[in-house]
């Protein structure tokens, strides 16, 4: 996959993707993560990209600029250009899934007062917001909507169970985790002492799996267990427990092109 991110802040993306889970994915060629600088397909000396708005209330991205950009990411029937902002579509697991069976992704970043409606109008295929509030600019939210498809990407999560247990996938959430040993101030434990939560405490078939490590005869009752985790009633839908479904690599192809309303 390749994503190309049109910001004139460009080096707030670099740390992004040159460290952790996607700077190794980018290490193999599993993305590519591009930056284009509207600042370079300005006109003028100074490399003009924004004008005051008509009524007065700030500046305002100019369509030219980022236009020309867009254009120099490649064919635009190969582009499926995304803005963030506040007007969009809420940002959620089901999104990402569908994103991450498009081929080449320009996020286009807004900044001061946002972007010439007629850009939007003419290149979007998708606004999106992940949140109601405020930021400074649409590179925090182009690394959320990067981070999140990413992962999906075979390969760039060393292990495809692990996603498929991550919280929202299949509309639910992850379960609670815990960490060797199993009782806090045991012999040879740094930890000051027992402490409420201990291992030793539950009852039932987690304990015996969790400790011994048999990871798939644990995963059933891992999953009973999820939607109590966390006080989220909205992400714990109607999915019967116990009941594995779909492999995320199909619901990639059901949902392609086909979601919320998205372009192909």
């Keep these: 996959m390749i994503v190309t991110v049109v910001t004139p802040f460009p080096e707030l993306l670099e740390p992004f993707a ?9 290490e193999k060629g599993l993305i590519s993560i591009r930056c284009v600088n509207p600042r370079d397909h300005a006109d003028g000396h100074y490399g003009q990209i924004d004008d ?16 020309r950009a867009v254009g120099s990411a490649g064919p635009r029937e190969e582009l499926f250009v995304i803005h963030p902002g506040p007007q969009g579509v809420v940002f959620g697991q089901s999104l990402a899934e569908t994103l991450a069976a498009k081929g080449h992704l320009v996020i286009v970043c807004g ?12 290149f979007a295929d998708l606004e999106i917001s992940i949140g109601d509030y405020v930021l400074t600019g649409g590179e925090l939210p182009a690394m959320v909507i990067i981070d999140a498809v990413a992962r999906l990407i075979p390969g760039v999560v060393g292990q495809g169970e692990a996603v498929e247990e991550d919280s929202f996938f299949r509309s639910m959430l992850d379960t609670p985790h815990y960490t060797r040993p199993a009782v806090p101030g045991a012999a040879g434990s740094r930890s000051p002492g027992p402490w409420p939560g201990d291992l ?31 006080r989220k009633p909205s992400a ?8 594995r479904g779909p492999s995320w690599s199909s619901r990639w192809r059901k949902t392609a ?8």
Excluded: Q, W
């Design 200 to 230: 030793t405490l539950l009852r039932g078939p987690i304990l015996g799996p969790t400790l011994t490590g048999v990871f798939m005869s644990y995963l059933s009752p891992r999953r009973g267990k999820s939607p109590g985790k966390r």
């Design 236 to 243: 714990t839908l109607a999915v019967p427990l116990g009941v």
């Design 111 to 122: 900044r001061y007062e946002g972007i010439d409606e007629r850009f939007l109008e003419h």
């Design 52 to 67: 005051y708005a008509f009524g007065g209330g700030g500046m305002v991205l100019m369509a030219e600029p980022l236009a």
């Design 18 to 26: 040159t460290s952790g889970v996607i700077g190794k994915a980018v």
């Design 257 to 264: 092109g086909n979601s919320r309303g998205i372009r192909s």
